[in-house]
């Protein structure tokens, strides 16, 4: 089992629906990220949490420390938000990011 | 403020060689970190650096290695290519390795051939 476990693995939606993305991990952490890849390769950090709920124009990410899980969500999404969303978790045992298989989400206009 | 560099963008090597890959950190971060991306393995952590000191290494051969200079721009190396180290070579900077934010580079594409 990863220490880090994400779903769906692949997510198709229609331009203007609300998604979420799931995260769980088994591990302790100090600090949980999520990630935007697109083709190409290069990686945006989107959020950095260690509790709560962050929010950045369309996108919320939340994480419930005792569940260990954390959420992303993007609200009227937009053909452009198709990518690769990864989470990671950075340990409290140390410094290392461990990271989950990604979603590929795709928006379809 | 300048992001993450990372060079070369794509490379091209023949089994048996040896490759050097460069990241430079954004400018007052201390701390780079690598990462290996296969379709099949996804991303792996392979080192740490700060202040010119490995802290972690990741469970990658000894053919794997990497440093860093004083003004935090690190190199990574790897000898004798194989097949399988064809992959996407990322490297991510933070302020110190405390767990502040990480700020990832575009990567550099190795096909061995």
């Known amino acids: 089992k990863n220490e880090v476990e994400q779903s769906p693995q692949n997510l198709t939606a229609q331009e203007g629906e609300f998604i979420t993305i799931n995260c769980s991990y088994s591990v302790g952490i100090s600090a949980l990220h999520w990630l935007q890849q697109h083709p190409g390769g290069g990686i945006v950090s989107l959020f950095m949490?260690?509790?709560g709920k962050k929010k950045h124009g369309r996108l919320i990410a939340t994480i419930n420390i005792q569940e260990k899980h954390s959420s992303l969500h993007i609200t009227a999404s937009h053909p452009r938000d198709s990518a690769v969303y990864i989470c990671a978790v950075r340990e409290t045992s140390g410094s290392r990011l461990t990271f989950g298989e990604g979603t590929q989400l795709t928006v379809n206009p | 403020k300048a992001g993450v560099t990372q060079t070369p963008r794509y490379l091209i090597k023949t089994r048996g060689q040896q490759v050097t890959l460069s990241c430079s950190p954004i400018?007052?971060?201390?701390?780079v970190s690598w990462y290996q991306q296969t379709p099949g393995q996804g991303l792996q952590f392979l080192f740490e650096y700060f202040s010119e000191t490995q802290r972690n290494k990741g469970n990658f051969p000894g053919r794997f290695s990497g440093r860093q200079f004083s003004n935090s721009r690190s190199e990574m190396n790897v000898s004798t290519l194989e097949l399988g180290d064809s992959a996407l070579y990322l490297c991510?900077?933070?302020?110190?390795?405390?767990?502040?934010?990480?700020?990832f580079g575009q990567g550099t594409r190795l096909t061995v051939v």
């Open positions: 400018s007052g971060h201390r701390s």
């Open positions: 949490l260690s509790s």
């Open positions: 991510a900077s933070t302020l110190d390795p405390s767990g502040t934010e990480a700020f």
